[in-house]
């Protein structure tokens, strides 16, 4: 279960990184281009890092799942909104799903070790 858990966590982890990559994308298309390519990331990024993230000082039980939601939905409809409507569907089911399996006791147990 431990090599399972840590494989959770590293998808996880790469869907946090999509979602960012998914801003930028959106951003790219958008303008001014130079400006939205790097400041939509890092909103997201510190929204994440505020609220959503596991040690995240201003998360809480109903907080941080709002904010996961409402991160990997709006990194969805970015893609969406830049033309990459398949991308779009599959980061969000990609999301949904590598989340809830995170949700799993024994995933959540080595969280709760780190």
Same mark, same amino acid.
């Given at each position: 279960?431990?090599? %399972?858990?840590w494989s959770v #966590? @590293? #998808?996880?982890f790469l869907d946090e990184l999509l979602a960012m990559a998914a801003?930028?994308?959106w951003g790219?298309? @958008?303008?001014?281009?130079?400006l939205l390519v790097w400041l939509l990331p890092l909103l997201a990024m510190a929204a994440w890092f505020f609220f959503a993230s596991p040690? @995240? @000082?201003?998360?809480?039980?109903?907080?941080?799942?709002?904010v996961k939601v409402l991160v990997f939905g709006l990194a969805s409809a970015a893609l969406w909104a830049a033309g990459r409507p398949g991308w779009a569907v599959g980061l969000l089911i990609f999301s949904v799903v590598?989340?809830? #399996?995170? #949700? %799993?006791?024994?995933v959540r147990a080595l969280t709760a070790e780190s």
């Open positions: 279960m431990v090599v %399972l858990g #966590l @590293a #998808l996880v801003f930028g994308v790219w298309q @958008a303008s001014p281009r130079w040690k @995240a @000082a201003y998360g809480g039980p109903v907080v941080r799942p709002v590598v989340n809830g #399996l995170a #949700l %799993l006791p024994g």
